[in-house]
């Protein structure tokens, strides 16, 4: 008999292994593929206690290095694309994870997040966050207007000229 515990990830629900209740003999070890850490990716080392019960020793996770519970970039390598939307840009530090950042850099397929945002010179225009979960300088496009939209000391500089 197996028992199975469920892990909410973001909208999905993941069947994790939590091992078998196979007898062992104490001290013995055993490694397992694909039983523990985000995306069920992980090899468990496992131990025979005293007991006569398996217990977990350790979880060498390649989706999440850190070990808190975020997805790092190799995410997207996994067949099919990964569980979860929301990347760790950070995975060598577990206080820093995808609930930390200015901004959540989705990556491919999609697109990364983008935000208005005041420029210097106080037009409106946008910024996106980059692949290091940091915002971009805030950026418009110039448009034919009479304003310096883009902030370069020039106005309405747009392909083609203004009407």
Known sequence: MRAVAAVLLGCAVLACDEGDD????PGETRDRT???G????GARQELCSDAG????VTCIDPIDWDG???ANEACDDLPGGCCTTRRDCNDDDPDVHAATFDCVWRGPPGR???EACTTS???TGAHTCTPVCGWSACAAAETCNGVD???DGETDEVPGGCP
Not at 38 to 41: D, E, I, L, W
């Open 34 to 36: 694909n039983a523990c």
């Open 22 to 25: 196979r007898e062992c003999d």
């Open 121 to 123: 010179c106080g037009t």
């Open 53 to 56: 019960v398996w217990e977990p």
């Open 68 to 70: 808190d519970g975020w």
């Open 112 to 114: 990364p997040d983008e």
């Open 149 to 151: 939209d883009d902030c």
């Open 38 to 41: 985000v995306c069920t990716t």
